[in-house]
């Protein structure tokens, strides 16, 4: 028998959070049994395409988040789920569409339509606002609902009920520290052995708050002279130029490392020793879960949920106050957990678990469907 197809629907697959989890659980899960497709709300090249393809998986691209063209884009869903009819299943994380595509697909006669919710707020501009509106209607077109924690549930689906899949990582893949590894990033990135290195990992857009986070590490530097600070990431060219400049602005120089978005993730997480995550607000952040995972001291906004935090070099606090945060990683001590993976295990966070879940889920749901 072949396997079921599953059709993920993404604004698009570049490496962010939410898209990084996507993989992962479509690295673990037995893909003779179940496959993922992709749709895309871009047309253009995504960081993940070639792995997907490799995978076995198809991506399909609309373009209405280019070109804003409504009934062309009801007119490609009709037709996409028309071609497709071995389509039974639809797991839609992009929330803002959803009222469309999750429409679409009851009318092509998709039965199983899954929703999941992977943030707790939006973007205080028009974009946030108007993704917050559109996604209002998102939860009443579903028959199935999935969030990364309590509260993103609870703010994307109200009173309806929900499943907590938490947001896992290869446990394997980030535990321990690598000396060499380390050696060799830190010596590509020109920082010394007696150096301090600070990590944020994010793409460039103002939920992640990367001026904040270099008025923060500008404190920091005043305490400690010899901290250096590796920002991973991509991002719009005019947003990423703002954060270099105010870099310079704050008088931050080449303290303050660029380093582009990367495959390797884990041998930063060798090279860094604390890692910084003062967002305005986040679901329930996978590279929480990985600089965890890799023993680090993080040091994360009050906006984050406390629930994230399963070992105890997590120390939440206030945004807005660079000397709170300045002092507590300056008083901290920057020594990593040992016993990370195993907490993160217990904590349910291996990917492992997640895609198990998930895959019985689609096994089961296939199942009752198809009868």
């Given at each position: 028998?072949?396997?079921?197809?599953?059709?993920?629907?993404?604004?698009?697959?570049?490496?962010?959070?939410?898209?990084?989890?996507?993989?992962?659980?479509?690295?673990?899960?037995?893909r003779a049994q179940v496959q993922f497709d992709f749709l895309y709300h871009y047309d253009k090249p995504c960081f993940f395409d070639e792995e997907i393809e490799a995978l076995g998986g198809r991506i399909?691209?609309?373009?209405?988040?280019?070109?804003?063209?409504?009934?062309?884009?009801?007119?490609?869903?009709?037709?996409?789920?028309a071609a497709h009819p071995e389509w039974r299943i639809l797991h839609g994380h992009y929330s803002g569409f959803g009222m469309f595509y999750n429409a679409a697909a009851r009318r092509a006669g998709v039965p199983v339509r899954a929703g999941h919710s992977h943030n707790t707020a939006y973007e205080r501009n028009l974009v946030g606002t108007l993704d917050r509106v559109m996604s209002m209607r998102f939860s009443a077109g579903l028959t199935d609902r999935f969030a990364c924690s309590e509260q993103a549930g609870r703010?994307?689906?109200?009173?309806?009920?929900?499943?907590?899949?938490?947001?896992?990582?290869?446990?394997?893949?980030?535990?321990?520290?690598n000396a060499q590894r380390r050696a060799l990033l830190r010596g590509e990135l020109g920082v010394a052995d007696d150096e301090v290195l600070f990590g944020h990992v994010g793409r460039f857009s103002a939920q992640k708050n990367h001026p904040g986070l270099l008025r923060i590490f500008a404190a920091v530097r005043k305490r400690m002279p010899?901290?250096?600070?590796?920002?991973?990431?991509?991002?719009?060219?005019?947003?990423?130029?703002?954060?270099?400049?105010?870099?310079?602005?704050?008088?931050?120089?080449?303290?303050?490392?660029?380093?582009?978005?990367?495959?390797?993730?884990?041998?930063?997480?060798?090279?860094?020793?604390?890692?910084?995550?003062?967002?305005?607000?986040?679901?329930?952040?996978?590279?929480?879960?990985?600089?965890?995972?890799?023993?680090?001291?993080?040091?994360?906004?009050?906006?984050?949920?406390?629930?994230?935090?399963?070992?105890?070099?997590?120390?939440?606090?206030?945004?807005?106050?660079?000397?709170?945060?300045?002092?507590?990683?300056?008083?901290?001590?920057?020594?990593r957990d040992p016993d990370a993976r195993r907490k993160a295990v217990e904590a349910g966070y291996d990917i492992h678990t997640s895609a198990q879940t998930l895959q019985d889920f689609y096994l089961r749901r296939y199942a009752e469907v198809t009868a």
């Open positions: 028998m072949p396997p079921i197809r599953v059709l993920q629907v993404m604004p698009a697959m570049d490496a962010g959070g939410m898209e990084t989890f996507v993989m992962n659980l479509y690295r673990t899960v037995d399909f691209k609309l373009t209405v988040r280019q070109d804003n063209d409504l009934p062309r884009y009801l007119r490609g869903l009709r037709a996409l789920f703010m994307l689906f109200g009173s309806a009920p929900f499943t907590v899949l938490p947001n896992g990582i290869d446990t394997a893949l980030f535990a321990g520290h010899n901290a250096r600070l590796v920002l991973l990431g991509g991002g719009p060219a005019p947003y990423l130029d703002e954060i270099r400049a105010l870099a310079q602005q704050l008088q931050l120089g080449d303290s303050v490392i660029f380093a582009g978005v990367r495959s390797n993730m884990q041998s930063f997480y060798d090279a860094m020793d604390a890692f910084l995550l003062p967002s305005l607000f986040e679901g329930l952040p996978v590279v929480l879960v990985e600089a965890q995972t890799a023993g680090l001291p993080c040091f994360v906004a009050d906006t984050v949920d406390r629930g994230a935090a399963f070992t105890d070099r997590v120390r939440f606090l206030p945004l807005g106050d660079e000397a709170a945060w300045a002092n507590a990683i300056a008083a901290a001590s920057l020594r």
